[in-house]
């Protein structure tokens, strides 16, 4: 019986973080001409890019305005080589990685399957394709790669197979048509505030075919993709319908949101209306900024949670795996009341705890110029929301001081089976959040398949699944793992793997800890 007790308390220990600032600070060149940029910097990559089996971590920083462009090392995107100890050394100049313009987001992932993990940074002004030389180098390939042309406001980008030709594919997330030279003035001399989105044309999102040689097609119109102009903030990724190919959710900023379909002939159909994720419950667009896919209540189907403004309330989409339907699940879950009053940027859903239900990360922050409404400061703290049996999300817990947070990314950083943490805050050192909940035991899959699904049977019968991706949250791309845990267990009884193009693997009685799962 004593044993049973300490085994419960254990498993619903209290959630818990060392908060470390990391050596990053992030600029977004702001000087009083409240120039719509600086709002929406922030995000950052987790990656090995040396294979030693310790991840690293890339900043994307702003740069000086009205130039856009990075005037000297405070605006540099920073590389930090880590130790598995949670040391990091700055290795950006050594790399090359210092960057051009105004640096938005980051995606890692290898793209010409070498074995060396690359970058896509995404920007204000002109989007780079960094290839990972192998000796510590990285080298702008984007105009060989075909991944120039015409320049728009990109926030995001994310790398995935659209057609099971087991090549990562790139779909980069484009905001809206902002121009330097004519931006508006909002306000008055006296009283000047950041333009609303409405005051700007929305654009298209784009998506670029992996050719296998290193290049890329553009594929934005022939998929259908071009034909849909947004705000976008964030793109998320799974297959909602269980169909064998990788649909596409699109938060947009003051509109309603894309659900791009893959029908699984190079083409996509958008259909958030009526599956149910374009809008809030009233019928109202909200101001998207965040997203993620996975599976919170262990159905087997992926859900959908998306961060917005004060009053928007965030918004979780509950999967019913049937006639490609969501369901509103913000009240029954608590969600509704919980994130009223918070202006939310990336979100995640993550086992903290490791006890085999997916918690809910928020990196927070309202908008500069809001006391008047809010009542209090404008920044305001990351916070977890513990996932209780897959029905409600509670209690809050706050797990940094208030700050302007933008991006974030999660990922092992100690190799101890519990998920870490990375974010950022505009003026601020980044920090880097050590999980030291007193968890129970995890399992990790290292996939380098965009994509595949994971289902994993534990020991009394109970089923959890997820698959692999790195597009969580806002700008940002996190650790190429896919991660369960445990529970009270010490094994999983058996996991099934499908992996993009429909072939199965079938592992059993696999202890805790990392394995490295290669497609057979």
């Known amino acids: 019986m004593t044993c049973l007790l300490l085994l419960l308390g254990l498993l619903h220990a209290e959630i818990r973080f060392d908060v470390k600032p990391l050596p990053f600070t992030l600029h977004n060149g702001a000087a009083g001409d409240f120039r719509l940029v600086e709002l929406m910097v922030g995000g950052t990559a987790l990656l090995d890019y040396d294979n030693d089996g310790c991840l690293d971590i890339f900043f994307a920083n702003g740069a000086a305005l009205p130039s856009l462009q990075k005037t ?11 130790d598995c100890k949670l040391g990091f050394t ?9 960057g051009e313009g105004y640096a938005m987001g980051a995606a890692a992932g290898d793209y ?37 042309g015409k320049i728009r406001w990109s926030v995001g980008a994310s790398w995935f197979d659209y057609n099971n030709d087991h090549l990562p594919d790139l779909f980069v997330v484009n905001y809206l048509d902002w121009q330097r030279d004519t931006e508006p003035r909002c306000g008055t001399d006296r009283a000047r505030f950041y333009c609303h989105p409405n005051a700007f044309r929305p654009l298209p999102n784009q998506l670029f075919r992996n050719n296998g040689d290193g290049t890329f097609t553009d594929v934005t119109e022939p998929s259908g993709i071009g034909a849909h102009l947004g705000k976008g903030m964030s793109a998320s990724f799974a297959d909602f319908d269980q169909d064998g190919f ?92 919980a994130t009223r009053q918070l202006t939310g940027w990336a979100a995640a859903f993550v086992d903290f705890d490791n006890d085999g239900w997916k918690d809910l990360f928020f990196a927070l922050s309202h908008f500069p110029r809001l006391e008047r409404y809010t009542g209090s400061g404008s920044e305001l703290p990351c916070r977890v929301l513990r996932n209780s049996d ?131």
């Open 112 to 148: 010409d399957h070498d074995g060396h993990t690359d970058l896509f940074v995404a920007a204000v002004n002109g989007n780079r394709l960094y290839r990972n030389l192998g000796n510590g180098r990285f080298s702008d390939v984007a105009a060989q790669a075909g991944l120039t």
């Open 390 to 520: 897959g029905r409600r999300f509670s209690p809050a817990l706050d797990v940094t001081p208030p700050a302007y947070w933008r991006g974030a990314a999660f990922g092992d950083f100690d190799r101890d089976g519990r998920v870490d943490a990375v974010v950022t805050a505009i003026g601020q050192p980044a920090r880097l959040l050590h999980n030291r909940t007193e968890a129970g035991k995890s399992i990790t899959f290292r996939i380098s398949a965009p994509g595949a699904v994971v289902r994993l049977t534990l020991p009394d019968g109970r089923t959890l699944t997820s698959h692999a991706s790195t597009s969580i949250g806002y700008a940002s791309s996190s650790e190429p793992v896919v991660h369960f845990g445990l529970g009270p267990h010490s094994k999983a009884a058996k996991v099934l793997i499908s992996w993009p193009g429909g072939q199965q693997q079938t592992l059993t009685d696999l202890p805790a800890g990392i394995h490295e799962v290669k497609r057979p």
């Open 246 to 337: 990788t649909d596409i959710y699109v938060a947009n900023d003051s509109m309603r949101a894309f659900l791009f379909r893959n029908q699984g002939n190079g083409r996509f159909e958008e259909i958030a209306l009526e599956a149910g994720v374009a809008l809030r419950d009233d019928g109202s667009p909200i101001a998207g900024m965040g997203s993620h896919f996975d599976d919170y209540n262990n159905d087997g189907a992926p859900d959908l949670i998306v961060t917005g403004m004060i009053n928007d309330t965030f918004l979780l989409f509950r999967n019913l795996a049937k006639l490609w339907q969501f369901e509103d699940d913000r009240a029954r879950t608590g969600l509704l009341l």
């Open 72 to 82: 000297g090392p405070p605006f540099w995107n920073r590389l930090y080589r880590g």
């Open 90 to 98: 700055d290795v950006t100049s050594a790399a090359q990685l210092e």
